[in-house]
Every structure is written in structure tokens, then in C-alpha cells.
């Protein structure tokens, strides 16, 4: 009896042991783990395209006379940085020579260094404006500043899509768009900008070319062939000479009749 018991016991303990073993033995095969994937990144903005202003006004244009002016001064390096160095741009008015040459020499040629740059800065606006943008420049939004600082501003006006830009001696107009995507933005004008600041009276202009000389009239221009011109000279000389001879004849004629019958009275008395 009392070894059944102990058998019985031995049974037991053997299926505890077992139990556990065989448990995790067929066990189901574990959940896979959950995959976290890093977050796309955000699609970042497109650089801004980079115009080299150098470039765009030697080719177009001409604009040599203000290139010049730009080179001279280091303005073109403010231009440049920025249109490519700020997130609001820049819009430049360029004169082309035409407008330079109208001036007298003597308007630009005693302006010192710092006026000189001042005139340079003064042809842009610290930001991109693109032609349906002036229209909203008028009126309670002018004066508008430019990179000269200070009180060197503008006065943009727009009527019917003809845009002028105001300064104290002179109010061109933009002619043509040389280059507007954002953020540069180039216009020609016809007239230099002169600001009050820099010349205290209007300047004087340079004097206007001497007139071509006039055309010669159809007649003399339109000669006859050679040869003929020369015979029907000629042929028109003998004639008045004839005529002339035949009218010296009969006032001859004449002139004796009459003195004949002159004598011929004083006989008779």
C-alpha cells in the first residue's frame, strides 16, 4: 500500500516537471514586433534661382553707361547681395545709355564718390515688384524707399498699365520688363533718376545734335543723261542767241527808217 502510494506520488512530480517543458515546446510562435518607420522629411522649398546681374546688363540693354556706374561705385556687389542674399529681393531700374548721354557732362562729372553711390543705390528698391505690383504703390503707399536709405524714395504711378517712377527733377517711365522672376526683378526707364538730395537744381541737359543739312531739291538731284544735258544746253544757248541777233535786226531797221524820214523833213523846211 504504501508503495503505490509513493508511486503514485513519483507520477506526479514527474508530470509537473514535464508539463512546463512540453508547454513552452509547443507553444505558438511569438507576434512579430510592430516596424516603426522614421517620418518622411518635409519637401524643402526651392532655392531661389541666382541672376548674375553683371551678366543680365551686358547683354541687354545697352545699359553700358549704368554697368559702369554700378562697377565704379562696388553697388553692383549691394545689388547682387541682395537679390540673391534676402528673402525679399530686389527690383532695379536701369537707364539706358540714351538717358546718360541726354545729361550735360557737367551734370555728373563733379559729384563726388559718395553721391555717385548714392545715384546707383537710388535706381532700386529693396524688394521683388513685379508690373502688376506697382499699381498698388500708389496713392497712401508712396513715397516708396529705395537702397539709397534715408529720404531717397520714389513715387510709382500707375496709369493704364504705364508705370512712372518719380523723383524730384525727373519722372520716367518703364519702358520694357528686361527680367522679372522673383525674386529679381530689372526694368529700363527711359530717364536717369535724379533725386533732390544729390542735385539742388535741375540739371542741365546736354545740347541737342545740329540739324542734318537739308536734301537737294528734286530738280538738281535728278540730272538728265550725259551727252543730252550738255547738247540741250547748247542747242537752248543758240537759240536766245538768235533771237537776240533777229531783235537787234529789226530795232536796227527801225531806227534807220525813222532817220531817214527825219532827213527828209528837214529838207522840206
Given at each position: 500500500?504504501e ?10 512530480l514527474?508530470?509537473s ?9 509547443h ?6 514586433a ?32 549704368f ?5 565704379k ?20 531700374f ?18 563726388t ?31 516708396v ?15 493704364m ?6 523723383s ?25 533718376l ?44 543758240d ?6 541777233r ?12 525813222a ?11
Open positions: 500500500m508503495s503505490k502510494a509513493a508511486m503514485m506520488v513519483t507520477i506526479l514527474c508530470c516537471s514535464i508539463s512546463p517543458a512540453f508547454a513552452q515546446k507553444k505558438g510562435p511569438p507576434a512579430a510592430a516596424v516603426s518607420l522614421p517620418p518622411s522629411p518635409a519637401p524643402s522649398p526651392a532655392a531661389p534661382r541666382h541672376v548674375d546681374l553683371a551678366d543680365l546688363l551686358s547683354v541687354a540693354g545697352p545699359f553700358h553707361t554697368l559702369d556706374l554700378l562697377e561705385t562696388d553697388v553692383l556687389r549691394t545689388f547682387q547681395s541682395q537679390a540673391n542674399g534676402s528673402k525679399d529681393g530686389i527690383t532695379v536701369v537707364p539706358k545709355d540714351a538717358a546718360f548721354a541726354s545729361l550735360a557732362r557737367s551734370a555728373t562729372a563733379n559729384l564718390s559718395d553721391q555717385l553711390k548714392s545715384l546707383a543705390l537710388y535706381h532700386a528698391l529693396p524688394r521683388y515688384y513685379s508690373l502688376a505690383e506697382f499699381n498698388r504703390l500708389g496713392g497712401a503707399a508712396s513715397p524707399p529705395t537702397l539709397a536709405g534715408g529720404e531717397y524714395t520714389v513715387n510709382v504711378t500707375d496709369d498699365g504705364t508705370v512712372h517712377v518719380g524730384m527733377w525727373s519722372n520716367p517711365k518703364i519702358s520694357s520688363s528686361v527680367y522679372s522672376t522673383r525674386p529679381v526683378a530689372v526694368y529700363e526707364v527711359d530717364r536717369v535724379l533725386p533732390m538730395q544729390i542735385f539742388r537744381t535741375d540739371p542741365p541737359m546736354a545740347p541737342s545734335p545740329a540739324p542734318a543739312p537739308d536734301a537737294k531739291p528734286a530738280s538738281d538731284a535728278a540730272s538728265p543723261l550725259p551727252g543730252k544735258s550738255s547738247s540741250a544746253k547748247a542747242k537752248a544757248d537759240k536766245k542767241s538768235s533771237s537776240s533777229r531783235g537787234a535786226g529789226i530795232a536796227g531797221y527801225f531806227l534807220a527808217l532817220a531817214s524820214a527825219s532827213a527828209g523833213l528837214l529838207l522840206l523846211c
